[in-house]
Structure formats: structure tokens, C-alpha cells
């Protein structure tokens, strides 16, 4: 007899279609992206994978920046919900908070769900998310950009590079490209906003410190960030860059501690002269405004 609980991960494992949101004030409305400055609700599908009868288990709703490593004093915590699952039972579960999301790293956020129960199947100890490795808790973090012919098909996007340990840690960071197809199962939550068809490439891919790079910083991009350090409980930045030829393409930033993959997350680059831009909140405008004044 035993509790098993699982939210699945995705493949790659930072793409778990069992995460979506709903912009709005109806948490039963259309999944789609968070919204900036909108309200919006998170769902986690739980499974009970074991025989026994799970009684108010608890599930745990975060939000973090983009980012290739967050732990749970790094993410930024939502609300919580209690659910019950007899055993093979699979219940889509609403976090009764809801949730604004905000103006950082344009709009793109990483959201991440763990589901446990505090004596039949309680989590590890450590704050860390081990993603890959614990069935507890899975993460979507996908971030849209858009390139257009205006900006010669330069697209890029900051992420923070999170240190959770209390002692300095080295990381190696680095991209690699995926296919639209990976993406498939978030269809259902995402809708028009991934176009699974399309034909595209990425050229040049790079990294670099600025978070708002011109082409100039571009040419200096290195493809691999082998050697990072970031000292105890704190975060850095890096910013991926490169060109888009064609409509769409994916990409994965991965990050590594001693050969052993701890954190990642996945672009989308679009064509923006193809696929138009969601018009911007009042919130994104006040900031660009804002930006200009300077």
C-alpha cells in the first residue's frame, strides 16, 4: 500500500504540458499565456500513481523568472490547493489564488507545481526543485520572442542563472536546437500561439551579460558559457542571442553543474513579421515609456 504522487514532466523535462494557466477572471476559461498585469489562474494535473487512498494532499503553485535553476526560497510563491485522490486517480487540480503576473524579463515567466502529502508521500528535504528526478514537481518554462527583418532577425531573451547552494558553484551554460514538435503537448493549453508546421532556423546562438543587446554585442556572443561562477544564493544573468532564418524555431538553454543537467528552459522564436505580436498591456507600454524618458 503506498501514495505515489506525480505532476509528469515534459520532454525535454522543463515542459510539462500538466502546468497551463488561465488569463481572466474565470479559472474554468481558455488556457493561453499569462497576461501581464491580468489576472490569472494556474492548474496542475496531480496523478496518484500508488494503491492507496491520498486524502488532502497538498499542491503548491510557484512562479519564477526564466531562469536554469530556482529552488523554493529563490520561486516566488502563488497559493496552494488540497485535493484527494484514491489510487490510479488522476484530477486536474485549480490553485484558488490567483495570481497578477508582472512586467520582468518581457513578460516571460517560468511556473512550476508540486504536489505531496505531508505524511504519506512527503517531499525531500532540501529546498531544491530536483525536477528531473523527483515525480513531485514539474515546471514549464517557455519563453516567445519575436525577430522581424527590422532588427535583421536578431532575437534575444534574459534569464537568471540561480545559485541555490550556500557555497559558490561553477556552471556550464549552453543551447541546443529543439524541435516545434517538442511542443505538442502544450497544443491544448497554449492554442495558435505555437505553430507546430512551421520551417525555421537559428543561426549565430550565443550568450552574453547584456540584457539588452545590440547587434554589436551580438558579434562578441560566445556559443558555450563553459565556466560560470555565481557565489551562494544568488542569481546572475545572460542573455541568449541569434538570428532567425525562416518563420519559427525552438531552442533550449540548458545548465549544468559537474556534467549534471540541474536547470534549462525553452524559446520560441517566432517571425514577427509573420506571427504579429499580442498587442501590449497598458503596463508593457507605461515601462517602454518609461525606458524612453531616460
Known amino acids: 500500500m503506498s501514495i505515489e504522487l506525480e505532476i509528469q514532466d515534459g520532454s525535454p523535462w522543463f515542459l510539462s504540458p500538466d502546468i497551463w494557466t488561465v488569463p481572466g477572471s474565470d479559472p474554468t476559461g481558455t488556457p493561453s499565456a499569462p497576461i501581464v498585469g491580468e489576472t490569472c489562474y494556474m492548474w496542475a494535473r496531480v496523478r496518484n500513481n500508488g494503491s492507496s487512498q491520498a486524502d488532502n494532499a497538498q499542491v503548491r503553485f510557484y512562479w519564477a523568472n526564466p531562469s536554469v535553476g530556482f529552488d523554493r526560497n529563490t520561486a516566488n510563491f502563488i497559493g496552494s490547493a488540497n485535493v484527494s485522490l484514491a489510487g ?21 515567466e517560468c511556473v512550476l507545481a508540486e504536489a505531496f ?66 511542443l505538442k503537448p502544450l497544443v491544448e493549453h497554449l492554442g495558435n500561439n505555437i505553430p507546430l508546421q512551421a520551417m525555421g532556423e537559428l543561426k549565430s546562438v550565443g550568450f552574453v551579460m547584456e540584457p539588452c ?81 531616460r
Open 88 to 108: 490510479g486517480e488522476v484530477r486536474d487540480v485549480l490553485c484558488l489564488t490567483p495570481w497578477v503576473p508582472v512586467f520582468v524579463n518581457s513578460g516571460h
Open 117 to 182: 502529502h505531508p505524511t504519506g508521500d512527503p517531499l525531500p528535504a532540501s529546498p531544491t526543485f530536483n525536477v528531473p528526478t523527483d515525480r513531485h514537481v514539474a515546471q514549464r518554462n517557455l519563453s516567445v520572442v519575436f525577430a522581424a527583418k527590422i532588427k535583421n532577425m536578431m532575437f534575444s531573451t534574459s534569464f537568471s542563472v540561480c545559485n541555490s547552494s550556500r557555497k559558490d558553484q561553477t556552471f556550464r551554460v549552453f543551447a541546443k536546437p529543439g524541435r516545434l514538435e517538442e
Open 213 to 293: 543587446p545590440d547587434e554589436h554585442a551580438m558579434e562578441n556572443a560566445v556559443p558555450i558559457v563553459e565556466r560560470l561562477t555565481v557565489k551562494g544564493n544568488i542569481c546572475t544573468g545572460l542573455t541568449v542571442v541569434g538570428r532567425l532564418e525562416g518563420d519559427a524555431a525552438l531552442l533550449h538553454v540548458i545548465q549544468e553543474v559537474d556534467g549534471k543537467e540541474v536547470g534549462g528552459l525553452s524559446v520560441l522564436v517566432l517571425n514577427g513579421d509573420v506571427y504579429k505580436p499580442e498587442e501590449r498591456t497598458h503596463e508593457q507600454k507605461e515601462t517602454e515609456n518609461n525606458k524612453g524618458a
